[in-house]
Nanobody, 121 residues
Framework: QLQASGGGLVQAGGSLRLSCAASGRTVSSYAMGWFRQAPGKEREFVAAINWSGSRMDYADFVKGRFTISRDNAKNTVYLQMNSLKPEDTAVYYC????????????????WGQGTLVTVSS
C-alpha cells in the first residue's frame, strides 16, 4: 500500500513537500513516480526516480521547480515542489513500477490514494 501525504493549500510561489510511504511491501527495488490529475484532465506524469535514486526524470513543466527523492531505509519517496503555480493545482498520486522507470501512467504496478494540492493566485 502506498500512502501519499503533504498536500494542501498554498499561494503561488510557495512550496510543499509530498511524501509517499509504502507499507506492507518494500519498494526499494521499484522505480517510483509522481503523477497528477487536474479536474477534467487526464492523469499526467510529473517525476520519477529509479530504485537506487541515481536517475530522475521530470516532465518539462516542472523542471527546475520540483525535485523527486527517495529514502529506501524509510520506504518513502518525496516530491519537493517549489515556485508553485496555479496550474499545478491537482491531485497528486505516487506510483510504483517494478524494474526501470516508466513514465506512462497505465503501466504502473501500484498506486497511492492521492493528495490534493491547491495553489491560489
Amino acid at each position: 500500500q502506498l500512502q501519499a501525504s503533504g498536500g494542501g493549500l498554498v499561494q503561488a510561489g510557495g512550496s510543499l513537500r509530498l511524501s509517499c510511504a509504502a507499507s506492507g511491501r518494500t519498494v526499494s527495488s521499484y522505480a517510483m513516480g509522481w503523477f497528477r490529475q487536474a479536474p477534467g484532465k487526464e492523469r499526467e506524469f510529473v517525476a520519477a526516480i529509479n530504485w537506487s535514486g541515481s536517475r530522475m526524470d521530470y516532465a518539462d513543466f516542472v523542471k527546475g521547480r520540483f525535485t523527486i527523492s527517495r529514502d529506501n531505509a524509510k520506504n518513502t519517496v518525496y516530491l519537493q515542489m517549489n515556485s508553485l503555480k496555479p496550474e499545478d493545482t491537482a491531485v497528486y498520486y505516487c506510483a510504483a513500477k517494478g524494474g526501470r522507470v516508466v513514465v506512462t501512467a497505465t503501466l504502473q504496478d501500484y498506486w497511492g490514494q492521492g493528495t490534493l494540492v491547491t495553489v491560489s493566485s
